[in-house]
């Protein structure tokens, strides 16, 4: 059967709901999700079709699997489904920021930031992305021995994200480090539960120290006539006859663009970083893409390299920064056949789209994968690290042109090694990362 690309067209009253189980009471079929999204999915693919029902995270939840599902589900946001956010995540994100407004207003805010993200404005970044990065990435190849690589690019791709924000302002940056590491710690929490003594209830703690210094900043960049070409220069800026945004908005704002942007790249650089130290072959490559490169980097440069684009691609088909996102029915609707009732969860997984019929081999790293004639051939909805639809990514451009300058430095001027007798193993929730954080040595490339 053809997914019902018009979810308009059907009564859908009148169909079955999909076929699946509801699993225990209240707990329904979470434990097995949580196990591993993408077996939880698969062993029901193999029993009930691509279309099946199942109950997890405390709701009803239709799953919808394969590229053409994944269309229809990026189609419908604001017709048929809606963003869905636990209440802690929404306690802590604000309902005043990008990710939680919805319909028009959502809209209307992307409008407002688009321009501040597309990939010409990438151009003015370029600098000092790469001035922090080689900052950072001296220090770590000058360390006399091994280092744990993912809370030192924390720390760098957070200095990153500042920079973008509030261009040349000083800011006190281990102090929002801190409070944005606890905060982030509580966005993930299975219950969130406001006590002083609880992840949730220093999460919340930290928020307020947040946000007391960032309205401080904001209200310093008010008093300036000429708004400085930086994220906080757009925000405070507006057009003739449109609201200005407050600064509650733009305070709730920043914070979301610091979480968004920040370990999502950490994610992607971390495990390609390993990926590379486990395929010398691609690693040789990739430094041979990057010999002619002299001078400091710009975006045309960039450009001239496509094999950083491949490299950046493989890793987060593999390996994907955020591996999938959830939906919520604003109404019943009808698809392949199947009533899917008001309130109802549609999942998006990011990591199943990445992998299965579509990706021979799935399992494979293989930057070849991504050559420009085999790009212009693979289908809709099977490449999706970014998401899709009104909600893709808002700073794709950003956190690729992020990670392509880390890449072409460490592949220009370092080589790393992984410590051995390390655990690799992975931990999926939030971001997937190897539970040694990965062990390096770094040296500077002679
Ligand atoms: C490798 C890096 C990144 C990956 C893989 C990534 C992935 C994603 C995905 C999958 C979504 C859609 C979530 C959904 O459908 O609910 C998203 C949304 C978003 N991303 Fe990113 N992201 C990255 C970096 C960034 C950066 C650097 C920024 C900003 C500085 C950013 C800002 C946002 C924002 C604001 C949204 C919400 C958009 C909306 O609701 O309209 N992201 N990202």
Known sequence: MTPQADPHSSAPENLPLPPGSSGLPLLGETLDFLRSSRDFAERRRRQYGPVFRSHVLGSPAAFLLGPDAIQW??????KYLKNRWTSGVRRLLGANSLALLEGEEHLERRRLLAPHFSYATMRGFVPAIESLATRHFERWAALPG?????????????????SLIFGQDTVDVPFLMRHFQAWTAGLFVPLAVNLPW????????????????????VAERQKRTEQPPDLLGSLLRHREGE?????????????????????????????????????????????????DLEGPLTLDALRAMPYLVQLIHEGMRLIPPIGGAFRI??????????????????????????????????ERFDPERFGSERNEQRKPGTFI??????RICLGQHFAMVEMSVMLALLLKHYT????????????????????SGIQLRMRRRS
């Open 73 to 78: 589900i990026f189609a419908g946001e604001g």
């Open 146 to 162: 091994d280092f744990t690589l993912w809370p030192s690019m924390r720390e760098l791709a957070f200095e990153i994200a500042l």
């Open 198 to 217: 609880t992840t949730f209830g220093r999460a919340l703690a930290a928020k307020k120290a947040m946000i007391t210094y960032l309205d401080q900043l």
């Open 243 to 291: 609201e200005p945004l407050s600064r509650e908005a733009i305070v709730e704002e920043l914070q979301l663009l610091l979480f968004a942007g920040h370990d999502t790249t950490v994610t992607a650089t971390s495990n390609l970083m390993l990926l590379l130290a486990q395929h010398p072959d691609v690693l040789q490559k990739g430094r041979e893409a990057v010999a």
């Open 329 to 362: 029915t604003t109404r019943d609707v009808a698809y392949n056949g199947y009533r899917i009732p008001k309130g109802w969860m549609v999942p998006v997984s990011i990591r199943m789209a990445h992998s299965g019929e579509h990706w021979p081999a799935a």
């Open 385 to 390: 690290p970014f998401g899709g639809g009104p």
């Open 416 to 435: 790393w090694e992984l410590v051995p007798g390390q655990d690799l193993s992975y931990v999926m929730v939030p971001f997937a990362r190897p539970r």
